[in-house]
């Protein structure tokens, strides 16, 4: 987008030159992540009698909602503690518009001009990085002068799919851990949060239509947490009723943000299996599982289980609302399906000669089911190789770069290799690290990620939606401990999808240790540039660290069962 240098006439604005100005101009140094266009002006404009929302256009309402609860989120609402003539903050889409949003900060206005309303939302999240860090505690700024740089950002996403996985299986998250990681994803304007909601390891869905799932799933007896791998027979759990979600849903939403649960079949299934034998092999018994990788169970891929499926989907998808739907077909052990009569009725019946075909068979009919009611479905990379998914279902690439490189030739495809965005990795080679499955994947790998890959053609290029970082919450129990890990390697990736290669590591350093601050306002327990606090290490116990240096025999292992279906 081509843009206009401004020089605003500084004397317009309010103490230009005053060491709060020359402070407020630094912060456009400090936008995370980097705009595509910053043309900073002089001097600054006083917001501290408040922002008085003026939406326009076709969008007028939903902007005005939108810019309505940030501003009284950061304390800018006019009346109340702020005193004076409020300052119009002017919101308005225009289809035309060559870039997502431009913010212009002038002397007297601030306006907002955004190709859709989302982009909108990106602008008034760089807007609340152009304000002091205390903007983003609970209470917002305090009354008193309030001082904006004035000029101009010119902005847009480099990729659409800009994402973040959460396992809230292996460890629950409470529904408030949930909203609160909506609000740091959307502060580094990430656009998806995959809920990861069933697994081996649990199911987190209080379906009202079949309760045991939630009554046998729910939660895990034990698990086997600590080095030396005995169970600690301690149990903890937990499910989101369809309020739960669905609130998480339209909270996310109003953020930029689509959530995308996952319900993980027909692999990865103890924990429906022990909720509903009936589905599985006859004969063999699952439970919930005490361990992360439990060469956990598989449900049967015939008619009678996808219809029950479909009822589970339909009632998530009724509750929500929501737009995409993972449907997960990673490490599904197929081994007993030509042994099942059942299943080897399907196969002659659909002219099938190898059992790997009805894994595919089952994404499909669940995939198709999921688009005559609007939404589209996504699936780890497997799912690819058991007989094909729909043409419009989106391949999530968790494995080598032979796996992803497959894929985009064929499907459009999110990036979430195992390296380097697997975030329940080290985040380095320091000993004093706690206890995660490995590692290491630094802020450095991170920031080299390439979501396209140098020698793609354009076909392969074309199809890459963008990516997302994951978090596997086996040694991942509370909330803090997500942030530990998420945080900064995030505002790295976070850097790599919207704006782009990272071409200068230490210029990423500098502005994510500026933006610190805000996670810091925020209560994020972030792991620190220099190393982890004294109180986020793995001391001697329990979290001490087991698998250090191995992330070169994780990349080995996960390129050798690319090729697996
Ligand atoms: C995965 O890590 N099994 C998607």
């Not at 990620?449 to 076909?459: G, I, L, Q, S």
């Amino acid at each position: 987008m081509v843009g206009l240098m401004l020089s605003y006439d500084s004397s317009a604005g309010s103490s230009p030159g005053s060491a709060d100005a020359d402070d407020a101009a630094a912060r456009y140094a400090t936008l995370l992540p980097t705009p595509s266009r910053v043309l900073p002006g002089s001097g600054s404009l006083d917001v501290g009698a408040g922002l008085e929302v003026r939406a326009e256009g076709p969008d007028a309402r939903e902007l005005e909602h939108r810019a309505t609860r940030v501003v009284a989120r950061l304390g800018l609402a006019a009346g109340a503690a702020r005193s004076g003539t409020p300052v119009p903050l002017v919101l308005r889409t225009a289809g035309g518009a060559s870039c997502g949003y431009v913010l212009d900060v002038s002397p007297d206005a601030v306006t907002i001009t955004a190709t859709v309303v989302e982009h909108a939302v990106h602008a008034l999240t760089t807007l609340t990085q152009l304000l002091p860090p205390s903007a983003l505690r609970a209470d917002g700024l305090p009354a008193g002068p309030v001082h904006l740089p004035v000029g101009r950002v010119e902005d847009s996403p480099r990729y659409g799919w800009r994402g973040a996985m959460l396992d809230v299986v292996r460890h629950y998250a409470p529904p408030r851990t949930v909203l609160r990681y909506v609000d740091l994803l959307a502060l580094h304007k990430f656009n998806r949060l995959h809920l990861h909601l069933t697994d081996d390891q649990g199911w987190r869905i209080n379906s009202e239509r079949f309760p045991r799932l939630a009554e046998v799933g729910g939660w895990r007896p034990s698990t086997r947490l600590g080095p030396t791998g005995e169970p600690d027979h301690t149990p903890h759990g937990g499910v989101y009723s369809l309020a739960d979600l669905a609130e998480i849903v339209r909270y996310a939403r109003e953020r930029g943000i689509d959530v995308v649960p996952e319900i993980d079949v027909p692999g990865h299934t103890s924990a429906l299996r022990a909720a509903y034998p009936e589905l599985g092999q006859p004969g063999v018994e699952h439970t919930v599982q005490d361990t992360v990788w439990a060469g956990g169970s598989s449900i049967r891929p015939t008619r009678d289980v996808a219809a029950f499926l479909v009822e589970v989907l339909d009632e998530l998808v009724e509750a929500t609302g929501v737009r995409y739907v993972h449907l997960g077909g990673d490490e599904c052990d197929m081994s007993w399906w030509a042994g099942d009569p059942q299943v080897a009725a399907e196969m002659a019946e659909h002219g099938y000669t190898e059992p790997k075909q009805m894994h595919g068979h089952l994404l499909r009919t669940l995939a198709a089911h999921l688009a005559g009611r609007g939404v589209r479905a996504v699936v780890w990379d497997e799912g690819l190789l058991t007989g094909g998914v729909l043409p419009d279902t989106v391949v999530m690439a968790w494995r080598g770069e032979k796996a992803s490189a497959r894929a985009a030739r064929t499907h459009d495809v999110v990036r979430a290799p195992l390296f380097p965005t697997y975030f329940n990795f080290d985040q380095s080679d320091d000993p004093a690290e706690p206890r995660s499955e490995g590692g290491p994947v630094t802020i450095a790998d991170v920031a080299a990620f390439a979501p396209v890959p140098d020698d793609w053609d354009d076909t392969q290029r074309d199809h890459v939606l963008g990516g997302q970082f994951q978090i596997w919450s086996e040694w991942v129990p509370d909330e803090r401990r997500i942030d530990y890990l998420a945080f900064p390697r995030a505002c790295a990736l976070a850097q790599v999808l919207w704006s782009g290669p990272v071409g200068d590591l230490d210029a990423l350093t500098t502005r994510i240790a500026a933006h610190l601050p805000r996670l810091d306002a925020l209560g994020v327990a972030y792991r620190p540039l220099a190393g982890p606090h004294s109180w986020q290490t793995g001391g001697e116990g329990v979290w001490r660290r087991t698998a250090s240096g191995t992330i070169n025999q994780t990349r080995a292992w996960v390129e050798s069962i690319s090729d697996e279906p």
